[in-house]
C-alpha cells in the first residue's frame, strides 16, 4: 500500500485547511486508516482514525473541530481540519493499517500561526 499525503500549510488560528491521503495498491486489506502527528514538543499521538464500516474516533483535543472522512471509491482519507489553534502545529501523517502491517504516508507541515 502507498500513501500520497497532501494539504499542508500555514493558516492563522481560527482558520481551516483540509489533508488528503491518497492510497494506491492493495488496498482491500486495509482495516483502519487514520492521522497520526509529531511535533518537536510532542510524542506521536494518534489525531483521527476511520474503520471499515465507518466507526471513527478522535483524541479529545480535535473533538468537534476536526472531522474524518474516506471516500471509498477514490481510496482518499481527509482530514478536515477548522477552528484550528497553533497547539495543532505539527507533522501529520496518513497511516493505513491491516491485520499485522503498518503504512505510513510521507508527512505534511501544518503550521498554525498569526
Known amino acids: 500500500v502507498q500513501l500520497q499525503t497532501s494539504g499542508g500549510g500555514l493558516v492563522q488560528p481560527g482558520g481551516s485547511l483540509r489533508l488528503s491521503c491518497a492510497a494506491s495498491?492493495?488496498?482491500?486489506?486495509?482495516?483502519?486508516m487514520g492521522w497520526y502527528r509529531r511535533s518537536p514538543e510532542s510524542e506521536r499521538e494518534l489525531v483521527a482514525a476511520?474503520?471499515?464500516?465507518?466507526?471513527?474516533l478522535y483524541t479529545d483535543s480535535v473533538k468537534g473541530r476536526f472531522t474524518i472522512s474516506r471516500d471509498a471509491a477514490k481510496n482518499i482519507l481527509y482530514l478536515q481540519m477548522n477552528s484550528l489553534r497553533p497547539e495543532d502545529t505539527a507533522v501529520y501523517y496518513c497511516?493505513?493499517?491491516?491485520?499485522?502491517?503498518?503504512?505510513w504516508g510521507q508527512g505534511t507541515q501544518v503550521t498554525v500561526s498569526s
Open positions: 497511516n493505513a493499517a491491516e491485520f499485522a502491517r503498518e503504512y
Open positions: 495498491g492493495a488496498v482491500a486489506g486495509v482495516l483502519r
Open positions: 476511520i474503520f471499515v464500516g465507518t466507526h471513527t
